[in-house]
């Protein structure tokens, strides 16, 4: 049973350049998470989708962060242009309802040169 | 808004000896209380929950006591072995209809044989 997928696991980029993370859920789950992670700030929830439609965007720190849920089996959270500040591991989490665990990817660590 | 504070940082122990691990919330209306275990690279994994109709879980070595009034949980582990030593995360959830939770800042346990 697949977990939680995302890519790229790593990716180094210049500033100014379009990153795109991408994160497939587990099947069957309606409810999707992005997080970010960094040693300043801990865990953050950036976004919550529930059913494909994001619910609660007020963790994204600014318009340079846009996220998408497509359909049920895929997201992508991207930064334009991007900023060193932006260096972080980035994690998906999905869940099977809205009052469920939440199980997370492996993450994606972003740094920005 | 919901602050979790998790105490202490970092922990060293024995294998065989216990470890408790601290967290105190803000918000009254938090009702779910997870704790994340992080390996080096992957993401959090969820090892234990309660929810506030309950002051007590046990699940084999692992345990989360929580006290409403005080409004602060814990985590026990029993029987310390090499493989417990990671980075454990508390969290307690908004009550904003879906499970945003808000985490504490990590401890890094590690379990010395």
């Known amino acids: 049973d697949a977990g939680v997928i995302q890519s790229p696991r790593h990716e180094v980029t210049e500033m100014g350049q379009e990153v795109t993370l991408r994160c497939k859920p587990i099947?069957?789950?309606?409810?999707l998470f992005w997080y970010r992670q960094t040693m300043m700030r801990g865990l953050e929830l950036l976004i919550y989708f529930n059913n494909n439609v994001p619910i609660d965007d007020s963790g994204m720190p600014e318009d340079r962060f846009s996220a998408k849920m497509p359909n049920a089996s895929f997201s992508t959270l991207k930064i334009q242009p991007s900023e060193p500040r932006d260096s972080a591991v980035y994690f998906c989490a999905s869940s099977l309802s809205r009052q469920h665990e939440q199980f997370f990817g492996p993450g994606t660590r972003l740094t920005v040169l | 808004g919901e602050n979790v504070e998790q105490h202490p940082s970092t922990l060293s122990v024995q294998e065989g000896d216990s470890a408790v691990i601290k967290c105190t919330y803000s918000d009254s209306a938090s009702n779910y209380f997870p704790w994340y275990k992080q390996e080096l690279g992957k993401g959090p994994q969820l090892i234990i929950d309660i929810r506030s109709n309950v002051g007590e879980k046990k699940d084999q070595r692992i345990a989360v006591t929580l006290n409403k009034t005080a409004k602060h949980f814990s985590l026990h582990i029993t029987e310390t072995q090499p493989e417990d030593s990671a980075v454990y995360f508390c969290a307690a959830n908004l009550p904003t209809g879906f499970q945003k939770l808000v985490f504490g800042t990590g401890t890094r346990l590690l379990v010395s044989p």
């Open positions: 099947s069957g789950h309606n409810s």
